[in-house]
């Protein structure tokens, strides 16, 4: 099939960006977005010019590193699909696609279609991590810990760190991801000792490099790891207990 | 203000960031203007509730609907002075109101500064009305204030001629609200608002739902059903009323 691709280029932070307009001929329709990506920039480097910037990695939907906006939607069209998945075949013959970065004011463009998520690692390491002394391993079976429990913080703990959330956002707010992330942790036994101290500094530095949640919703249709509009309940939930409990 | 410094409750791993990157550092967080707008919407909806019932009593004649309205001026009494339940309500919900519009207006302001300028698509229903919740807030401000000017202080121009003001623990609320809605910018204008209202306070429960933290299935069901049972019923019983004068069935 024949498609016309307006490509995000822009050569540096803050430099002005641009669409470029290109065609891609005999593109099979069972292809990603971006392999269209890849056939373009094979095209472009054929012609001598510079090729489009993208992130990618696995192409299977378990990394984290794509995600471009196409026609507007961060990963694109499908719902919960990352945009190494999303299939060229909803497009009709001769379709234009609309390919971006992810917009968040938060994720600053690199290079063309590239953005710096690295204010989702400044969350990681507000408290997205385990930071007790456990010792050595302990036992299997020392800890038990509910079927049920365990099913649910890996439902929650399947966030591949996209960033699509953020860039879904009418408000550019990361609550999905950082409410995933609280989830995940309170919900088992280690992590859980220090569940209040981590809800306090992550949510500080939500507020700090994020916006507010007004409950559009338009996060969860956009996670790729399916992640549940609970997970910003979470957010709250966990912020207002702390704040209800003693500290230690 | 621009700063890489992250926050000082940072349980820190690994080296700092060396990026430095926009950050907010003051003002009152958006965790807490959301819980207050949660508080605060939930009592202007308790009140609309109570409202909507004393507002039926239209539908029973002039006698049960002054009689409410005299009730209002004395409730409690003669535990507490005359008129102190009502102002002590007045002055509730002027507050409530207060707190819920600045946060409105904070939250959406820092929504729109983090976004940063960039289009956004919006998909189905449930975005759809978070965007009308500003949209719809700002018109249900608006006719607040033009529904106290009308109907309780009787100021001109929006108040109807020969507005009646309760005297002696007689009150006049019948005759009054009939002559604002035979006017029929003031019944259409009624109606419209109550259109906004109710979609304001479904989509309002869903995020109180959110904002309170519930996350359990039955919570957040429970929650979105109270708000869509309200909704329908302030937009069924208080948009009856000026219709029904409009159409001459109450005068
Ligand atoms: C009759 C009066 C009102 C009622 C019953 C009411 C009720 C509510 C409720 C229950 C919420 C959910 C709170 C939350 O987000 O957790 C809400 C949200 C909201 N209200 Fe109101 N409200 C009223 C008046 C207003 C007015 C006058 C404004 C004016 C600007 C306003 C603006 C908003 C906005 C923007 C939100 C969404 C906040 C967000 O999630 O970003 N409301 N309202
Ligand atoms: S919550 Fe979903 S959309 Fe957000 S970063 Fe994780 S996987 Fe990506
Ligand atoms: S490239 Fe790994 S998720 Fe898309």
Known sequence: MKLTVQVWRQAGPGAPGRFERHVVDGIEPHLSVLELLDALNEQLIDSGAEPVAFESDCREGICGACGVTVDGEAHGREDNVPSCHQRLSGYADGSILRIEPLRAGAFPVVRDLIVDRGAL??????????????????????????????ELALDFAACIGCGACVAACPNGAAHLFAGSKLMHLSLLPLPSLERQRRVVAVVDELEELFGPCSNYGECARACPAGIPLTAIAAVNHERLLAGLQRRL | MPSSSPTSSVIQVGPPSPVPRERRHRGVPSWSLKTAMAITGAIWAAFVAIHLFGNLKVFQGPDAFNGYAAWLRAVFYPFFPKEMVLWGLRVVLVIALGVHVGAAAIVWARGRRARGGHRVTLRGMRSWGAWLMPVT???????????????????????????????????????????????????????????????????????????????????????????????????????????????????
């Open chain 1, 121 to 150: 690692d400044d969350l990681i390491r507000a408290g997205g991590h385990v930071a007790v002394d456990a010792g050595t391993a302990p036992d299997a079976d020392a800890l038990p810990v509910g079927e049920e429990r365990a």
């Open chain 2, 137 to 251: 807030g700002v018109v249900l401000l608006a006719f607040v204030t033009v529904h106290v000017l009308d109907l309780t202080l009787g100021l001109a121009p929006v108040a109807p001629e020969g507005f009646a003001h309760p005297e002696a623990g007689v009150a006049h609320a019948y005759g009054n609200l009939i002559a604002s809605f035979q006017r029929p910018w003031s019944a259409w204008f009624y109606v419209a608002a109550m259109v906004l209202l109710s979609v304001h306070i479904a989509k309002g429960f869903a995020n109180l739902a959110a904002d309170l933290g519930a996350m359990g299935r039955r919570w957040r069901a429970t929650l979105s059903a109270v708000g869509g049972l309200l909704a329908v019923a302030v937009l069924l019983g208080n948009a009856a009323i000026p219709i029904a004068v409009q159409m001459g069935w109450i005068a």
